[in-house]
């Protein structure tokens, strides 16, 4: 009969593991593998379950009484950890702490029979997953995806919909046209001493415009509902905050990035299945260029104006200064 390995992992969070081992009667010391993590220059490496990580003089590891207090069970060397977990005792290998506490990362075999030292894969648990969830953000999962970690799922929850550099996500609708019952659409502005805060008048479209050549993302181009991009010609665009940045695009294909979800009151759109979003969310993010993606010192991804929409935008302001 298998008998199952699970390891919990947690950094805040909680990483699950299972494993295989031999069928009774097997033979052989099949349990000769089984060793604790060792702690060695503040780097935890666990050879039993190929798993470690290096953490900086900020984290505090737990000594082996301390360990044994959170867990009441006292496992000094690999033998007694293995006969505790036999038991069905949940035993702790590290407990390392920052923050006076608030962060943690665990390492903790519970419930777990008899340890034969097979990893997932070579026991033939290939279906296992391994998940990771609680206050994640992305530099966590890139350390983590560095470090090799064998993980297979990501539960984000808060740091999807915000982050530590913008803790509150404030979104407010403001009054950008007017439409006249003969259909003749007024553009309306707000205007603020903010320059960020100046709205972007009219009923509008928006364009994402690819490179023909590559594929990747080149620039958004905002255009009034009434114009077209025509791709099979140049196209020179330009920085809404510094017009004299000023760039040439050929070579491209300018695709409506916006469609209808309503008409007259009614619903015209039919929501895909989960899986064709998600397929196509990675379909996008791919088209961008990594030197956009990175988190550290990204380049600016523009979002641009056409000539007519800009001209549009100008006017309103300076009608709104008389």
């Keep these: 009969m298998k008998k199952i390995i699970a390891l919990l992992l947690s950094m805040m969070m909680v990483l699950s593991m299972a494993a295989c081992g031999k069928k009774d009667g097997d033979g052989g010391d099949s349990q000769s593998g089984f060793q604790r993590g060792t702690i060695e220059n503040g780097i935890y490496t666990n050879t039993f379950v190929g798993i470690g990580c290096q953490l900086s003089d900020d984290w505090t590891y737990y000594t082996d009484e301390q360990l044994a207090e959170l867990s009441g069970v006292v496992a000094e060397s690999s033998e007694e950890m293995q006969k505790a977990m036999e038991d069905g005792k949940s035993t702790y290998d590290m407990f390392a702490s920052a923050m006076e506490g608030l962060v943690t990362i665990n390492v903790v075999y519970e419930d777990l029979g008899a340890l034969y030292g097979k990893l997932l894969d070579e026991a033939g648990w290939t279906e296992c997953q391994i998940s990771v969830s609680n206050s994640l953000d992305e530099y966590l999962i890139q350390d983590l995806l560095l470090q090799d970690a064998k993980i297979d799922l990501f539960g984000v929850g808060e740091r ?155 006017c309103l302001l300076r009608t709104s200064q008389m």
């Design 160 to 314: 999807m919909i915000t982050a530590k550099s913008e803790p509150v996500f404030g979104g407010v609708y403001k009054l950008v046209a007017i439409e006249e019952p003969d259909g003749t659409v007024i553009p309306k502005i707000k205007v603020s001493e903010n320059v960020e805060k100046i709205t972007i008048p009219h009923f509008k479209k928006v364009y994402r415009l690819f490179g023909r050549d590559t594929g990747k993302a080149i620039a958004d181009y905002i255009t009034v509902h009434d114009e077209t991009v025509d791709d099979t010609k140049g196209l020179t665009i330009f920085d809404p905050m510094a017009t004299w940045k000023r760039k040439d695009v050929y070579n491209f294909e300018a695709r409506e990035l916006l469609v209808p979800i309503f008409k007259n009151g009614k619903r015209v759109y039919d929501c895909p299945p989960l899986e064709e979003i998600k397929a196509y969310c990675a379909q996008q993010v791919d088209t961008l260029w990594d030197e956009v993606k990175r988190f550290d010192y990204p380049h600016k991804y523009y979002v641009d104006l056409s000539d007519k929409l800009w001209d549009i935008q100008q």
